[in-house]
Nanobody
């Protein structure tokens, strides 16, 4: 069983930065593809980006490409989402999730979510 705990959310001004953390337990994250999802009010949850197991290849949605960066610290078993140049449309609940498949076709484990609010 994998447990995921997110932290680092909060309120930030438009153009500001935040770094989210996702601490995992139960399995080493190097063996998992880790995704960061977000859900804005009244909208469906969407994938912001992922980092694949093994080679740590990253993928980003077009809406965050160039502004968000996903990384992992295997020693701490933690994945990070660095968010820069935040916009109001980045506001939402951010979730990390873990998948055993390389491309993250199905995410089996989810964190509880952390709120991010970007406001002018």
């Amino acid at each position: 069983q994998v447990q995921l705990v997110e932290s680092g959310g909060g309120l930030v001004q438009t153009g500001g930065s935040l770094r989210l953390s996702c601490a995992a337990s139960g399995l080493p994250i190097i063996s998992l593809t880790m995704g960061w999802f977000r859900q804005a009010p009244g909208k469906e949850r969407e994938l912001a980006g992922r980092i694949s197991r093994g080679d740590s290849r990253t993928y980003y949605a077009d809406s965050v490409k160039g502004r968000f960066t996903i990384s992992r610290d295997n020693a701490k078993n933690t994945v990070y989402l660095q968010m820069n140049s935040l916009k109001p449309e980045d506001t939402g609940v951010y979730y990390c999730a873990a998948s055993t498949s390389y491309l993250g076709s199905t995410y089996h484990y989810w964190g509880q979510g952390t709120q991010v609010t970007a406001s002018s």
